[in-house]
């Protein structure tokens, strides 16, 4: 289990590794990047590159912390990827629910597969349940994440692609919104993140910038952190409400 520069959370833990394209967003992986990456170098849990694997020794990493935190799991992988068994996934709740310490964050692009597993199971109250949301094709997502009863509910529109015009936001707690990152990156249009802020406001939804990424405010292409997270100036990341209060 490692920390991480992720802004919304501290920790990822991956007892799940690799994935395959699904949907627009995945055309310039990060994750698949990195594990390629580290493959190269040698690293032992990285030894299938992106083929997606399923890694039962680190099952009992949370229970080594003590102190709360905020864990990203599978910041590498999806862990409703059709290769990982349901079996797996219920290794890994219990795990969850053993740390109630812990806030879980879950983000997935598999709806149908994720609706498939809760649907004969409950959702852990210390699991956050997203779902990727970054071009109209993917909207459909959200309607299956409503029909869940996770404590908190989310959208990752990460990397932005396109306008997503009209969202119903419903039963929605929390929407982080970024451009993508890299060599080959698309551009992210600042009123495609006004769209969805504003949007946010209107439903009471926190809303959460992550950052441009390789294409500025100003359509220029540049270093990521040269072209920051600041939305007209500001610096918008909203945790939800229900996250405030528990700290």
């Keep these: 289990m490692k920390t991480t520069k992720i802004e919304w959370t501290d920790r990822t833990w991956n007892p799940v590794t690799g994935c395959t394209k699904l949907s627009p967003g995945c055309a310039h992986c990060y994750a698949e990047t ?30 080594k912390l003590m102190k709360p935190h905020s864990i990203f ?21 219990h795990t969850i629910q053993q740390t109630k310490r812990h806030r879980y964050q879950i983000l997935t692009k ?36 409503q029909t869940i009863p996770a404590k908190i509910r989310f959208l990752s529109c990460e990397p932005l692609i396109e306008d997503l015009e009209d969202l119903d936001l419903s039963g929605i707690d929390w929407v ?29 939804v926190a809303f959460f910038f992550k ?24 610096i918008i990341q909203m945790m939800p409400e229900l996250a405030m209060r528990e700290i």
Excluded at 41 to 51: A, D, L, R, S, W
Excluded at 73 to 93: G, K, P
Excluded at 123 to 136: D, K, M, Q, S
Aim: charged share 25%.
């Design 34 to 63: 990195m594990a390629n990456r580290l493959k190269a170098m040698g690293v032992q849990k990285y030894q299938n590159g992106f083929i997606p694997t399923m890694h039962e020794d680190v099952l009992n990493e949370p229970l």
């Design 211 to 234: 950052q441009w990424g390789t294409w500025g405010a100003d359509g220029i292409k540049r270093n990521k952190k040269a072209n920051g997270k600041a939305l007209d100036g500001k």
């Design 73 to 93: 799991v599978c910041s590498m992988a999806d862990l409703f990827h059709e290769t990982v068994t349901f079996d797996f996934i219920d290794s890994v709740m």
């Design 110 to 145: 598999r709806t149908s597969r994720m609706l498939e597993y809760f649907s004969q199971r409950e959702i852990p109250e210390n699991v956050w349940l997203g779902v990727t949301v970054e071009a109209i094709a993917t909207k459909s997502r959200i309607k299956a994440l």
């Design 176 to 204: 982080i919104v970024g451009g993508e990152s890299g060599v080959n990156a698309r551009p992210m249009k600042p009123e495609w993140v006004r769209s969805i802020m504003f949007q946010a406001d209107r439903q009471k």
